[in-house]
């Protein structure tokens, strides 16, 4: 018993397919610019150009928001933490912003952004806790810029506190980058919390010394 092997050749119309080269070949430079050029080169023009006052604009308005926050609250770090979260937001808008403009159906798009971003979320556990206790610090307070810290096993003058990061510069001008959830979960030592501590000084001294010019 044999068996044939016998291939599908989708058909082609061929008129058609010669009728829309001909129309192409025919279509002088004015067809082109009238029906290409202009409508696309314009639409490409005002979403290039929505970006860029759009991301302007977000910087200029992430920077007056952090500081409004930092007049109200006279906190440096939950001002840098607010600027770049809505630095984050204002650009999100003016990307979709763009890509309408462009033609793109922008409602699928949120939705595309929400699936990718659970997804990333599920990705990136650690980067979310970080994100997290970013937050906490800020609600909790306990410490603000410049002060003496010790926590995460690290300690050093707080610099700044990002989004995931916090930034220690040590006594030996060191800076050390500490994830914020390493830094909440860990006991925090504030060294500049009150005006004044205490500091234990043992000082060795020789039985041959005098003990009354050795006390303060």
């Known amino acids: 018993m044999t068996t ?3 291939t599908i050749v989708p058909s082609l119309d061929i008129k058609e397919a010669t009728q829309v080269i001909k129309e192409v070949g025919s279509m002088n430079f004015q067809d082109i610019l009238e029906q290409w050029i202009i409508p696309y080169g314009t639409k490409i023009l005002l979403a290039v150009a929505i ?6 604009l977000a910087r200029i308005l992430s920077n ?33 912003a763009s890509l309408s403009q462009l033609g793109i159906n922008t409602s699928s798009l949120v939705a595309l952004i929400g699936a990718a971003g659970l ?10 806790q970080n994100f997290a206790a970013g937050v906490m610090i800020l609600i909790f307070k306990p410490f603000k810029k410049g002060d003496f810290i010790e926590a995460g096993g690290t300690s050093g003058k707080v610099e700044q506190m990002g989004l995931l990061m916090l930034e220690l510069r040590t006594g030996d001008n060191k800076t050390i980058l500490v994830p914020n959830g390493k830094v909440f979960a860990d006991s925090i030592t504030n060294y ?4 004044t501590r205490r500091i234990d000084l043992i000082l060795d001294i020789s039985y041959e010394s005098d003990i009354e010019k050795a006390k303060p």
Request: proline residues 0%; glycine residues 6%.
């Open 51 to 56: 970006y860029i006052f759009g991301k302007l």
């Open 4 to 6: 044939e092997n016998t």
């Open 64 to 96: 007056l928001l952090g500081k409004i926050v930092l007049t109200s609250s006279k906190d440096e770090m939950l001002q840098s933490f607010v600027s770049s979260i809505s630095y984050f937001l204002f650009l999100l808008i003016v990307v979709i």
């Open 192 to 195: 500049s919390r009150n005006e």
């Open 119 to 128: 997804a990333v979320g599920l990705a990136l556990q650690n980067s979310l």
